[in-house]
């Protein structure tokens, strides 16, 4: 299932007023990489347990943020807040308290209604953030189709 979007969720959509959610969701984060970052107002927490890191993320009200491509399924958390999140399989709405599974090559535009913190957990014994990302993160959806991966509609939560 393929979802467009047009000019109403991502401003920077062709002159046609619609762009596919990969088009436009990279797009829009070329264009948020040349503003001041918001992300410097968002909290990161990194938390490590054996077999397990956890990276939580307090994001204020009103904040936009484009996630990452993710490689591997991994837990999600929201344990405080509301937000609203645009992945390529539609718009969706999460209230905490929510847990659920992000699956392969989920990426997101989400946008805090609420102050939110936000968690992520991914299997590994490794502690070293570089070395993490790298194992974890796609830099692109060519990448994670090189790797034989991709995304899956599975996404638990609210339609809005």
């Known amino acids: 299932m393929e979802v467009t979007y047009g000019a109403e969720f991502f401003p920077l959509a062709q002159p046609s007023g619609e762009l596919t959610f990969r088009e436009g969701i990279m797009q829009l984060q070329e264009y948020m990489q ?3 970052s918001t992300l410097e107002n968002c909290t990161l927490r990194h938390i490590f347990a054996p077999g397990s890191y956890a990276r939580e993320m307090t994001i204020p009200k009103g904040t936009l943020i484009i996630g990452k491509i993710h490689k591997h ?20 709405y999460f209230e905490a308290p929510h847990t659920f599974v992000s699956e392969v090559g989920t990426k997101r535009a989400v946008y805090a209604l609420e102050d939110t913190i936000w968690t992520t957990i991914h299997v590994t014994e490794e502690t070293d953030l570089a070395k993490i990302e790298d194992y974890v993160i796609a830099k692109s959806y060519e990448e994670l189709e090189a790797l034989g991966l991709s995304p899956s509609a599975k996404i638990e939560g609210v339609m809005p």
């Open 34 to 36: 040349t503003l001041e």
């Open 73 to 92: 399924a991994h837990l999600n958390i929201i344990s405080k807040g509301k937000v609203r999140v645009a992945t390529e399989f539609g718009p969706i």
